[in-house]
């Protein structure tokens, strides 16, 4: 079945609409708000945030969150998008003109992407 992350501060839960139920699963390692959330080849990736530290990414994986990326900017309200060259994180409030790729699977070098003619 399909299900919804969600994560607030340290909690991650999912819930699966057909069943109307939820689960748990183990805490961030860290407090985050405003952050952004993907699913990069069914893995969960959380990049950013508010609280502690708006320059990392953590990702799920077998049933645990790890260190997965080193952003280059803080990102805080930012937008991000999963395209064919990486997760692509866009703007956000100590960034907001700035965008940069995370490689997926370290098939690509990641950096700065392109830069926002306007501010997000």
């Known amino acids: ?20 139920q939820s689960c748990t699963l183990p805490p961030l390692p860290n407090s985050r708000l405003s952050h952004s959330m993907d699913n990069l080849w069914n893995i969960p990736v959380i990049c950013g945030g508010e609280l502690y530290p708006n320059t990392t990414c953590v990702q799920f994986l077998s049933g ?5 990326y080193t952003t280059l900017e803080f990102r805080t309200t930012h937008s991000s998008w999963v395209s064919s060259q990486g997760l692509v ?19 690509h070098t990641g950096g700065m992407a392109f830069s926002l003619e306007h501010v997000t």
């Open 1 to 20: 079945p399909e299900g919804i992350i969600i994560s607030s501060l340290t909690s991650v839960e999912v819930f699966i609409p057909g069943s109307q």
């Open 64 to 68: 645990q969150w790890t260190s997965m």
């Open 89 to 107: 994180l866009m703007g956000g409030r100590e960034s907001a003109n700035t965008t940069e790729t995370i490689p997926l699977g370290g098939i």
